[in-house]
């Protein structure tokens, strides 16, 4: 006798009420199934669904940002490397002061900053300066963190120090043409 003869036989000899207590037993076990297989995800998804869809829209428009910004970059007209040089060395005249010097270097079309606890607000607007008006970028950043200077005698300033770096970076300049 196979296994399914038994449970004919074993079904054949309950009682009608057994056998709706089995019935509506497996109904409920079926809808259980039913729950937690095929409706509970997909309303917890239609539920997540408006803030994903709010963040993905965030991140579209991040990305349509540095698309405008890239195509912004590539519409610049090309600078000749003498005129990138002088657009670098006003830059850092200008933004990073006598905490940084400029030096060049002859073949390889790059220039070397060397600055001296440089506050890191002016660093990053540098950077982004140098980008923007001398088409520089960095190619190499060898930068540590400067020592704090102690807070003065008798300051109450709540204020922790800035951060400041010293090191050099190499700025990769327009190709010559």
Known sequence: ???????????????????RMVAIAAALVALALLWWIALAPA?????????EHAQ????LQQMALLQNRAKALQAQPRLNRDDALRALETSVR?????NAQL???SGDGAATI??????????????AQARGNAHAVPRE????????APPAAGSKDPQPAKVRWEGTLVMALPAAR
């Open 43 to 51: 309303l917890r998804t239609l539920a997540a669904a408006p803030a």
């Open 56 to 59: 993905l829209d965030a991140q």
């Open 94 to 98: 200008q933004s990073l002061g006598t």
């Open 103 to 105: 030096m060049t270097a």
């Open 1 to 19: 006798m196979n296994f399914s003869e038994q449970l004919r036989a074993r079904w054949a000899a309950l009682e009608l009420r057994e056998r």
């Open 141 to 148: 950043a060898h930068l540590t963190r400067a020592a704090a």
């Open 114 to 127: 060397t600055m001296r606890a440089t506050p890191a607000e002016a660093v990053a607007q540098w950077l």
